[in-house]
Nanobody, 114 residues
Framework: QVQLVESGGGLVQPGGSLRLSCAASGIIFSIYRMGWYRQPPGKPRELVAIITSGNSTNYADSVKGRFTISRDNAKNTLYLQMNSLKPEDTAVYYC????????WGQGTQVTVSS
């Protein structure tokens, strides 16, 4: 049974930082392309960042230079370091694993507000 469990979300002031984690089980983590997506209130889900099995990364233009995606294959864990957070980063953040088909976590809420 595949499980992706996100953690690390919360309330942060503009300009602050958060680090999201996604613990994976039930998959051969190292061969999966992993990603973070988010769904702002009232909007569709969108790509934030992805990291391939070879550690190549790709980011949405809106987060380039502020967010960093990384993975620890020994711990079966995906990370998203988010710096210089803005109110428009407020969303539910989802972990995604893709090889032959996609798997999703349950999401973690990130709220950026003063």
């Amino acid at each position: 049974q595949v499980q992706l469990v996100e953690s690390g979300g919360g309330l942060v002031q503009p300009g602050g930082s958060l680090r999201l984690s996604c613990a994976a089980s039930g998959i051969i983590f190292s061969i999966y392309r992993m990603g973070w997506y988010r769904q702002p209130p009232g909007k569709p889900r969108e790509l934030v960042a992805i990291i391939t099995s070879g550690n190549s990364t790709n980011y949405a233009d809106s987060v380039k230079g502020r967010f960093t995606i990384s993975r620890d294959n020994a711990k079966n864990t995906l990370y998203l370091q988010m710096n210089s957070l803005k109110p428009e980063d407020t969303a539910v953040y989802y972990c995604n694993a893709w090889y032959a088909k996609p798997y999703w976590g349950q999401g973690t809420q990130v709220t950026v507000s003063s």
